[in-house]
């Protein structure tokens, strides 16, 4: 059965950084697509930054040069870095798993999804 578990999330000033983790488990880790989305409350669940199987990544434009997308495949977790945190950051981030074919921010490719990890930037 998988399973994706996040953790890191808490309550930042903006300016501030927060890493979240997810780890991985009941999969082949390596053979996916992995990816961190997030959710604010009123909007829509939007894509963040997804990684490849090869290493290669993505970002939404808004996040681009503040936030870093990792992966560690010997110990099956996902990260995000996150730096100078703004308000609008704030929202419930979600890992992704999917398959490799569709490694993108768009909301058809993950094939599952964590429980989430809420984000809070305070100004």
């Known amino acids: 059965q998988v399973q994706l578990v996040e953790s890191g999330g808490g309550s930042v000033q903006a300016g501030g950084s927060l890493r979240l983790s997810c780890a991985a488990s009941?999969?082949?880790?390596?053979?996916?697509?992995m990816g961190w989305f997030r959710q604010a409350p009123g909007k829509e669940r939007e894509g963040v930054a997804v990684?490849?199987?090869?290493?290669?990544?993505g970002y939404a434009d808004s996040v681009k040069g503040r936030f870093t997308i990792s992966q560690d495949n010997a110990k099956n977790t996902l990260y995000l870095q996150m730096n100078s945190l703004k308000p609008e950051d704030t929202a419930m981030y979600y890992c992704?798993?999917?398959?490799?074919?569709?490694?993108?921010?768009?909301?058809?490719?993950?094939?599952?999804w964590g429980q989430g990890t809420q984000v809070t930037v305070s100004s």
């Open positions: 992704a798993a999917g398959q490799p074919d569709v490694c993108t921010l768009r909301l058809t490719m993950p094939d599952y």
């Open positions: 009941g999969y082949t880790y390596s053979s996916y697509c």
């Open positions: 990684i490849s199987r090869s290493g290669s990544t």
